[in-house]
């Protein structure tokens, strides 16, 4: 709920300050705008807040057990699939500031979310949906940083690839795909469009058997079109033991090596 009167705001990152959370950088920028003081929370000042904010991603990190002695609101996938933000909050610009030394020079978001794969092993596709959609362009949260950690599902799976590739390009940041990209989804134009975008390495997966002739033909396309060269900065991660023999296991990573 959407309030007007000054607050004191507290912030909890369950998980740890290992990694940004971007709600909480979303919900600190909309509090901050509204005048509102934020801060992450300490129990030494329980009766202080107006609100406390609690966010978890996964399931088993320890919860924060501290009676907090006003409003708190959860959310996260550690507590469940449901629960958005508000888009004016969830298209805010991040308050960064939260994570001074994970943030430096660095961005983090989302262009699209959500995965037609449906892999048994991930949780994208019942939270986000079996479609990648664009939900943002890269000046939502992107001010001129030079380094880009994109954390998109599977961009190439997006009907408007082309374009937020060309937005990650124009950037000139250098760019990390965190997720990988889907070999799966490679066209030869798509390629020359990843090699318009800066980026140290990229990787692919390889996860089960089934999907071997798709994976292999994508590979082989990036082999021949693909700006990294370095067999080094080109991987593949392979899933074993997951649905998988160990003569299954071994014939990818010998297709894999014979490839480069």
Known sequence: QLVSRLMKIGLIDVDGHH?????????????????DIVEWADAMFGNGYDRIYKSKIFTFSPDDNTPWDCEVIKGGTGYGLNGNLPEEIEHIYP????????TKDTAYGFLTRGC?????????GDKE??????????SEWWHGQRYIKLLDPNITACKDRLDLLRQLADSGAWVDF?????????????????????TKMIHFAWDFMEQSDAVVKGLELYAQ????????????YVLTNYNTTQAENLHRIYTLRNMG
């Open 19 to 35: 990694f940004p959370n971007f709600a909480l950088m979303k919900l600190s920028a909309w509090h901050k705008s509204k005048g």
């Open 95 to 102: 308050d960064y500031s939260l994570y001074p030394e994970l």
């Open 116 to 124: 037609p794969r449906h892999c048994s092993f991930c949780i994208v």
């Open 129 to 138: 949906g079996l479609q990648s959609r664009k939900v943002a362009d890269l």
């Open 178 to 198: 965190t997720q990988g990209v889907d070999c799966r989804t490679l066209t030869k134009e798509i390629v020359l469009s990843l090699n318009a975008v800066k």
């Open 225 to 236: 079109h693909g700006a990294i060269t370095d067999e080094r900065k080109r991987r593949v």
